[in-house]
């Protein structure tokens, strides 16, 4: 007797254990969880009720429905409502209104969003989640114009922009390229006003400039920069690869940059004028295109000249195509001004700036980089010797390096560029008091005395 009945107490445990385990099993397994479906809306309490309402809905376990209802008064429109047959991946959604809704009078709207997820938890019936958001409506688009610009932009070069660009609740602005390029204006003067520096590439074909503003309600003005493009002509040069050349400098700096002694001459050329080159331009393209935030009222820039009594030995914008044998291997675009003087000369920058780069770059060798404000930058390539380093302050008409042979160069000369916001442009337009005043500083002057006016 005593044994059965500890026998059966043993059973009623056991089942009693298996109960337990079961509820354990199914309270950690994923068809039971409980985790409620999260909700989100990327609306920023803004809304023109005609932008796309971005909503997402996450579960771990899958959705099985979701519905979207915008209220407004005694009005309301089932903006989503969706079941599904098996589990259902995160939801990213974009929800259009009906027309009907673009014409609401209201000051407000309520979007009321609920999800059940497919979890087996509460009875089968599931986790369910409601999200109620109220979004203001702004159905005015932010304002735009142009205050003043430069004339013109030649193909390689520099203009400026100063616009006012104004919304109770703007969310982003800037002015965008027919390339896509988006150039970051910095604040101008006074509140409300901005001034960017756009360039156009020597390797774009074409050039248009347009002002975009953006609010969080969604909506988009824009206004189209009225500066002429003008299509300047770059040299082509065809140049022939010599086994002299292939083996010397090229040769030696594929080696230094880790090709082996097995690839052949033209592979050991290609990876000099095109993986160290695109690799070197991106370094350079990075720490140049950064803008500070901080208000500017001029741009007091000097004309430039960073050897004096220099030889130009090489243009900016040459477009170089590479033979050997007679047949086409390589070709590339040569982005600065080389200027050549005596062997060792020393750079001088014109205009003060920060230093922000001062290391070795592959084929421009020891390379300085300098800023000078609203998007400016210079650099200096194949430097022997650096005279000062990042983060230092340069003054104006500073010696800054001495000129030599490092990186990918064949000859004692100084790689100058100048790039606007990651664009390499034409110096020689930076090297012209003229064009810098009538370009730049002039259309910067007439806006202060434009926005004086208002
Ligand atoms: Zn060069």
Redesign the pocket.
Known sequence: MRKKSKMGSMMVTTIFLAIIGGVVYLYNSAMFEREKPVITIENDGYWNLRAPLKINIDDASGLLEYKVTLYSGDESFVLADERFATPAENQKLELKTPKRAYALKSKEVRVEITATDASKWNFFTGNGAKKEVTLQIDKRRPYLSTIASSYRIIKGGTAVVVFKAEDTNMESFYVETNFGKKFIAQPFYKEGYYVTLIAWPVTEPTFRATIVATDSAGNVAKSLVPVIPYNKKYKVSKIKLSDRFLNGKVSELAYAYGVDDSAGIIERFKYVNEEMRHDNEEVIHDLTSKVSDSMVRSLPIKKMYPLKNAQV??QFGDHRIYYYQGEEVSEAY?????LASNAMSPIKSQNPATVVYGQENGI?GNMLALYHGLGLYTIY??CSTQLVKEGDSVRSNEVIAKTGRSGY?MGD?????VLVQGIEVRPQEWMDQDWIRKSITGPMREARKLINQR
């Open positions: 030995v090489a040569h982005l600065g001004l080389d421009y390539g194949h160069a000369h100084l790689h100058f560029g």
